[in-house]
């Protein structure tokens, strides 16, 4: 029993352990070169977006796109507590991006939309702090969802 039982745990490792599974670098993937970015919308956000789509690029790459990013950011009231008082905020993220491929003259266009909240503190400035921290997080999610789906379209034109 003891025999079936080290002869089972080295043949799981056995197989487990040469599986061909490679970490992928982000940096590899990002193969093309912004000439342009014209922007609209939410200038902090799109700010943040934009030097984060500079930083990924890679200046030396044969596709040389131009973006087009139109950002907005609502915030609505999502809870109010038995006294009328809001407890809650939710804000939405919605960024229209149009990507222009200026050798082949491709256009292609794709929104990405990101909600979160964030709850009222007692006071005004933690509030402001738990704010500025909830866009952070959903404009590093947005701008992601950008280089990934820039890359997905430009690998299959």
């Given at each position: 029993?003891?025999?079936?039982?080290?002869?089972?745990?080295?043949?799981?490792?056995?197989?487990?352990?040469?599986?061909?599974?490679?970490?992928?670098?982000?940096?590899?993937?990002?193969?093309?070169?912004?000439?342009?970015?014209?922007?609209?919308?939410?200038?902090?956000?799109?700010?943040?977006i934009k030097n984060s789509l500079i930083f990924n690029s890679k200046k030396s790459e044969k596709k040389l796109v131009d973006i087009y990013l139109e950002t907005k950011k609502?915030?609505?009231?999502?809870?109010?507590?038995?006294?009328?008082?809001?407890?809650?905020?939710?804000?939405?993220?919605?960024?229209?991006?149009?990507?222009?491929?200026?050798?082949?003259?491709?256009?292609?266009?794709?929104?990405?939309?990101?909600?979160?909240?964030?709850?009222?503190?007692?006071?005004?400035?933690?509030?402001?702090?738990?704010?500025?921290?909830?866009?952070?997080?959903?404009?590093?999610?947005?701008?992601?969802?950008?280089?990934?789906?820039?890359?997905?379209?430009?690998?299959?034109?």
């Open positions: 029993m003891k025999k079936k039982l080290l002869f089972l745990v080295f043949l799981t490792f056995l197989l487990t352990n040469n599986c061909g599974f490679k970490i992928v670098n982000k940096s590899e993937i990002y193969n093309f070169d912004i000439n342009e970015i014209i922007t609209s919308g939410d200038n902090r956000i799109n700010f943040k609502s915030k609505e009231v999502k809870e109010k507590n038995i006294n009328n008082e809001i407890t809650k905020y939710q804000i939405t993220i919605t960024s229209t991006v149009k990507v222009k491929e200026l050798i082949n003259e491709k256009v292609f266009t794709f929104t990405i939309a990101k909600t979160g909240d964030y709850s009222v503190a007692s006071q005004y400035s933690q509030t402001l702090t738990n704010e500025k921290k909830l866009i952070d997080v959903l404009t590093d999610d947005v701008t992601n969802n950008i280089l990934d789906k820039i890359v997905l379209k430009l690998d299959d034109l």
